[in-house]
């Protein structure tokens, strides 16, 4: 018997075929065009020169991460309307100010996340891996992992890619480039996706050197619907490109941080190999060991909070710009403050100082 989330597929990618979109066309010609949105910024749109704006100074800097389960009819009914309403709640929060500097956004698929980018307001839009795109392989051809690329055809496996990585990124400060690579391995209905890393380039005021930004989405566990050796093993293979990827296109000495959805929860296994491929602080294990050095108004159990959640937020060290997060919050987790309930997954935002390092003359050494 097929599996119901594959006919689920094959019904989704009959209609999201080209003679599907085109009689969908005829019967929505009169509906009125949404907006256009900004340009989103590609590996293809040619990079921007940077230079500092602004006095140079600490400057506190917020991040959101949030998977929008943006996932095309039928595979989840009703998508379209809540991604409009993600777009009008960060609305709301700019018009009070409180929107944050940048989001990063995993399964954004569908149309509508034109319609939520165009809402937001956010001036700046980055897209990741697109769906035909294809990367080297990051290992050595003596190296490279005896993994058969399709072994669970009927979950997905060996179909293609029919949807891009579905990463974005939402900024109020101007995007100098953007990166990407497209992950090699995977592991069941993942595989219908062209998940990926994106990596972009921010010029935000006060700083003397740009803040690197990256944005990826690992491999799920049950949902791909493959036993575990086989979804942990595509997991695992991501995080080694991840590691490639970040150490090879990466600016030396850059300030970095990084989010997204790693699908480590419950999964230490998970966790701690992302951590040896490349590791980096992050946020909820910062704040959770050391509670005085940030405001943390998501409640931590047990003894690993990180491993509560799919979503982490860490960062890495500038050689000129010192990092360290000074409040982390839920937003659209169903609380009063947080907003309602728009995903499978709440937004996780954290606010950063971002503090120059002065440079020091070095003397000029006496003869």
Same mark, same amino acid.
């Given at each position: 018997?097929?599996?119901?989330? !594959?006919?689920?597929?094959?019904?989704?990618?009959?209609?999201?075929?080209? $003679?599907?979109?085109?009689?969908?066309?005829?019967?929505?010609?009169?509906?009125?065009?949404?907006? $256009?949105?900004?340009?989103?910024?590609?590996? *293809?749109?040619?990079?921007?020169?940077? %230079?500092? +704006?602004?006095?140079?100074?600490? !400057? *506190?800097?917020?991040?959101?991460?949030?998977?929008?389960?943006?996932?095309?009819?039928?595979?989840?009914?009703?998508?379209?309307?809540?991604?409009?309403?993600?777009?009008?709640?960060?609305?709301?929060?700019?018009?009070?100010?409180?929107?944050?500097?940048?989001?990063?956004?995993?399964?954004?698929?569908?149309?509508?996340?034109?319609?939520?980018?165009?809402?937001? #307001?956010?001036?700046?839009?980055?897209?990741?891996?697109?769906?035909? =795109?294809?990367?080297?392989?990051?290992?050595?051809?003596?190296?490279?992992?005896?993994?058969?690329?399709?072994?669970?055809?009927?979950?997905?496996? #060996?179909?293609?890619?029919?949807?891009?990585?579905?990463?974005?990124?939402?900024?109020?400060?101007?995007?100098?480039?953007?990166?990407? @690579?497209?992950?090699?391995?995977?592991?069941?209905?993942?595989?219908?996706?062209?998940?990926?890393?994106?990596?972009?380039?921010?010029?935000? &005021?006060?700083?003397? %050197?740009?803040?690197?930004?990256?944005? %990826? @989405?690992?491999?799920?566990?049950?949902?791909?619907?493959?036993?575990?050796?086989?979804?942990?093993?595509?997991? @695992?293979? =991501?995080?080694?490109?991840?590691?490639?990827?970040?150490? %090879?296109?990466?600016? &030396?000495?850059?300030?970095?941080? !990084?989010?997204?959805?790693?699908?480590?929860?419950?999964?230490?296994?998970?966790?701690?190999?992302?951590? /040896?491929?490349?590791?980096?602080?992050?946020?909820? =294990?910062?704040?959770?060991?050391?509670?005085?050095?940030?405001? $943390?108004?998501?409640?931590?159990?047990?003894?690993?909070?990180?491993?509560?959640?799919?979503?982490?937020?860490?960062?890495? =060290?500038?050689?000129? !710009?010192?990092?360290?997060?000074? /409040?982390?919050?839920?937003?659209?987790?169903? +609380?009063?403050?947080?907003?309602?309930?728009?995903?499978?997954?709440?937004?996780? *935002?954290?606010?950063?100082?971002?503090?120059?390092?002065?440079?020091?003359?070095?003397? &000029?050494?006496?003869?």
């Amino acid at each position: 018997m097929i599996d119901r989330r !594959v006919l689920i597929a094959v019904l989704a990618a009959t209609l999201l075929s080209p $003679a599907a979109a085109s009689f969908a066309q005829v019967r929505t010609q009169d509906i009125p065009i949404v907006p $256009a949105i900004p340009a989103p910024t590609t590996e *293809e749109t040619p990079p921007t020169p940077f %230079t500092p +704006s602004g006095p140079i100074q600490p !400057v *506190e800097f917020s991040v959101m991460t949030y998977n929008v389960e943006g996932l095309p009819w039928p595979v989840r009914m009703g998508r379209g309307s809540k991604l409009k309403a993600i777009g009008r709640e960060l609305a709301a929060l700019r018009e009070k100010g409180l929107q944050p500097d940048v989001v990063l956004l995993q399964e954004g698929f569908r149309d509508e996340v034109s319609d939520l980018i165009e809402l937001s #307001g956010y001036p700046y839009v980055a897209k990741g891996p697109r769906k035909k =795109q294809r990367d080297p392989n990051p290992f050595a051809k003596d190296d490279r992992p005896r993994y058969k690329k399709v072994k669970y055809i009927r979950k997905g496996e #060996g179909w293609g890619k029919w949807g891009s990585s579905g990463l974005w990124v939402l900024s109020d400060h101007p995007i100098n480039w953007v990166k990407s @690579h497209a992950y090699r391995y995977c592991a069941g209905l993942d595989c219908l996706a062209n998940k990926g890393v994106m990596l972009v380039s921010l010029q935000v &005021p006060g700083l003397p %050197t740009p803040v690197e930004i990256a944005d %990826t @989405h690992l491999n799920s566990k049950g949902a791909s619907g493959v036993p575990r050796n086989r979804n942990r093993m595509a997991h @695992h293979l =991501q995080a080694e490109e991840l590691g490639h990827f970040m150490e %090879t296109d990466r600016t &030396p000495g850059a300030p970095l941080i !990084v989010g997204g959805d790693f699908n480590v929860m419950h999964a230490p296994d998970r966790y701690d190999y992302v951590m /040896q491929r490349y590791p980096f602080d992050v946020v909820s =294990q910062v704040c959770f060991q050391t509670p005085d050095s940030c405001d $943390a108004k998501i409640s931590a159990d047990g003894d690993a909070p990180w491993l509560d959640t799919q979503d982490l937020i860490g960062f890495k =060290q500038g050689d000129r !710009v010192a990092i360290r997060p000074v /409040q982390v919050e839920a937003r659209f987790d169903g +609380s009063t403050t947080g907003g309602p309930v728009l995903s499978d997954h709440d937004a996780y *935002e954290v606010t950063f100082r971002l503090t120059p390092v002065p440079v020091l003359a070095i003397p &000029p050494r006496k003869p």
